[in-house]
């Protein structure tokens, strides 16, 4: 009967540890994690603390870069029509060419029509938001645009307007 006791005696200490141990497992990693979480606050608050300070000292400025996060082949900004007025204000592919005319000392004048449904006349030299004109002839306008591409090598790009695109096979 002795040795009977013993057994029972041993499962039940077995079974009393098995029991507990879990238990007591939970209560330390519970400890543990309370202060983890402790410690991990409070280096969060440090760091966070830390980026304020770097937050409040740091600013960026451009200086007429353009922005990274825009794509390249967005288009042109250009100014409200407001602030400049056409034609230095307005681009060459918004400038449609109606005529050329010779003046009374040989040299030429050529007049555009713009986007505010008015007519200007511009000679060599004038300019428009984006380029300016180089050559007027007798049947076409050549102006000087810049390249907007930052891909480009080339700054600059020869634009001709015809002044009658279907019958000399060029385009506008």
């Not at 029972?8 to 141990?21: D, E, R």
């Not at 400025?61 to 794509?71: I, L, Q």
């Not at 005319?101 to 008015?118: E, Q, R, T």
Request: net charge neutral.
């Amino acid at each position: 009967m002795m040795k009977f006791t013993i057994i029972v005696i041993g499962l039940v200490m077995v079974l009393a540890i098995c029991v507990i141990s879990p238990v007591l497992a939970q209560q330390n990693t519970a400890t543990q994690d309370t202060s983890t979480k402790e410690v991990t606050k409070t280096e969060k608050d440090a760091a966070m603390q830390g980026m304020e300070e770097i937050d409040a000292e740091y600013f960026y400025d451009a200086k007429e870069k353009r922005d990274p996060f825009v794509p390249l082949r967005k288009g042109i900004k250009k100014p409200s029509t407001s602030n400049i007025p056409c034609p230095k204000g307005c681009l060459i592919s918004e400038m449609d060419l109606q005529g050329i005319v010779k003046d009374g000392k040989g040299s030429y004048f050529a007049l555009f029509y713009g986007p505010d449904k008015k007519s200007y006349d511009m000679r060599v030299g004038d300019k428009f938001y984006d380029g300016e004109i180089t050559a007027i002839d007798t049947k076409k306008v050549t102006l000087k645009e810049e390249v907007q591409d930052p891909t480009e090598i080339i700054r600059f790009r020869e634009v001709i307007k015809w002044l009658h695109p279907t019958e000399s096979g060029g385009k506008q």
